[in-house]
């Protein structure tokens, strides 16, 4: 897609997140953009970066390594990994990723422990919740968050736990996905509550619902189709 329909999109998907935050009783500046850069290119990627969102994020350890090897020096952004990792490309996600979004178990958190360590890294981290109740859906079930929380708090000093995410359930009614995401919102205050910490990101909503995600507390929505067009 050209440049500067890309600059234009960011343009429009900011005015639409500001109108949720005032609609909501919220600050815009309280939610940040994370590009959902799966099947872009490089260029598309650059142009994104350029228009002011707040990260880069991608799905796939080998497809992302690939477009950071070419990643232009002075173009300085966050790269966040938001798809599912497995433990076999731990090492290179974390040469990669400066978050982790989808900590969905301890084994995998332990992993990521052990080689930030050997490192002399702290990784920022997210736990990804299963707050749709579907199967196919990634994500640790709400009723096991509290587990996998304390265990990277405890045991894991390398990784720096910064917020939830999650993903609504593929429909088109507006409670169902505005439930799931209040689920995530105050899964997130029972656990600061509990364990009187501070969990600050909620990374949460997508192109067809980051209004309602914004409207129950989202700090972070990752934005694709809106901001490139339908995927390749
Ligand atoms: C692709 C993707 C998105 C963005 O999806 P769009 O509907 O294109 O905005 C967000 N989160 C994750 C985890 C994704 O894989």
Redesign the pocket.
Known sequence: MVIEVISMNVAKIKERIADAAIKAGRKPEEIKIVA?T?TRTLEEMIAVAKSGVYAI?E?RVQEAMAKKNSWPEDVRIPWHF??TLQRNKARKAIDIFDCIQSVNSSTLADTLQRIAKEKNKKLECMVEVNISGEESKQGVDPGDVEALVEHVLNDCDCLKLIGLMG?APLTEKEFEIRRSFALLRELCSKLEESLQIRLPELSMG???DFEYAIMEGSTMV?????LFGP?R
Do not use: E, F, H, Y
């Open positions: 959902a799966k994020g799905n938001i798809g993903m997508m192109s067809d990752r934005i694709g189709t809106a995927r």
